[in-house]
Antibody
Framework: EVQLVESGGSLVQPGGSLRLSCAAS????????MHWVRQAPGKGLVWVSR????????TYADSVKGRFTISRDNAKNTLYLQMNSLRAEDTAVYYC?????????WGQGTLVTVSS | EIVLTQSPGTLSLSPGERATLSCRAS???????LAWYQHKAGQAPRLLIY???SRATGIPDRFSGSGAGTDFTLTISRLEPEDFAVYYC?????????FGQGTKLDIK
């Protein structure tokens, strides 16, 4: 059974940093691109970032470029999102998602709250 | 980037009725690289339709998708109580993948 489990979300002050993790199981993680998607309170889904299967190619939404870094450890079947210089507008539930004709599997999400 | 506009913003219907949701793209979505998701509060989004018209695994046949190019439609033939949720379209033919703003389907 495919599972994606996010962790690492918490309350952080503006300007702070946080690292999210997404533990994958039930499929050959190392062969898939992976993505992060977020949903701010009361808002819709927004794509954040993606990484290719070997970790060498990454892409970011303009809103997070230069502040967020996506990475992966294929030996640990884990996807990461390092978030620096956090802003109030980064407050959201962050989902990791597997792309296969759309996003066929999603995690349950982890909540990041940026507030003083 | 491709902007997806969904309409209506909110759709109020009763169980048993037919729901028609629209998604319009600002430019052609490379082929039929269009997906639909159902999202309920506190849950992970659920893939319903990919390739504009193919149902994902385990999705009931009351859900159907159609369209190509810039205009797409999700139809739910007879609404069940569990279908009341927010629905998003997403294009995955061009980077960055973008979502529509969502259509909330609520009980009348």
């Amino acid at each position: 059974e495919v599972q994606l489990v996010e962790s690492g979300g918490s309350l952080v002050q503006p300007g702070g940093s946080l690292r999210l993790s997404c533990a994958a199981s039930g499929f050959t993680f190392s062969t898939y691109w992976m993505h992060w998607v977020r949903q701010a309170p009361g808002k819709g889904l927004v794509w954040v970032s993606r990484i290719n299967s070997d970790g060498r190619t990454t892409t970011y939404a303009d809103s997070v470029k230069g502040r967020f870094t996506i990475s992966r450890d294929n030996a640990k079947n884990t996807l990461y999102l390092q978030m620096n210089s956090l802003r109030a507008e980064d407050t959201a539930v962050y989902y990791c998602a597997r792309p296969d004709y759309g996003f066929d599997y999603w995690g349950q999400g982890t909540l990041v709250t940026v507030s003083s | 980037e491709i902007v997806l506009t969904q309409s209506p913003g909110t759709l109020s219907l009763s169980p048993g009725e037919r729901a028609t949701l629209s998604c319009r793209a600002s430019q052609s979505v490379g082929g039929t690289y269009l997906a639909w998701y159902q999202h309920k509060a506190g849950q992970a989004p659920r893939l319903l339709i990919y390739g504009a018209s193919s149902r994902a695994t385990g999705i009931p046949d009351r859900f159907s998708g159609s369209g190509a190019g810039t205009d797409f439609t999700l139809t739910i033939s007879r609404l069940e109580p569990e279908d009341f949720a927010v629905y998003y379209c997403q294009q995955y033919g061009t980077s960055p993948r973008t979502f529509g703003q969502g259509t909330k389907l609520d009980i009348k």
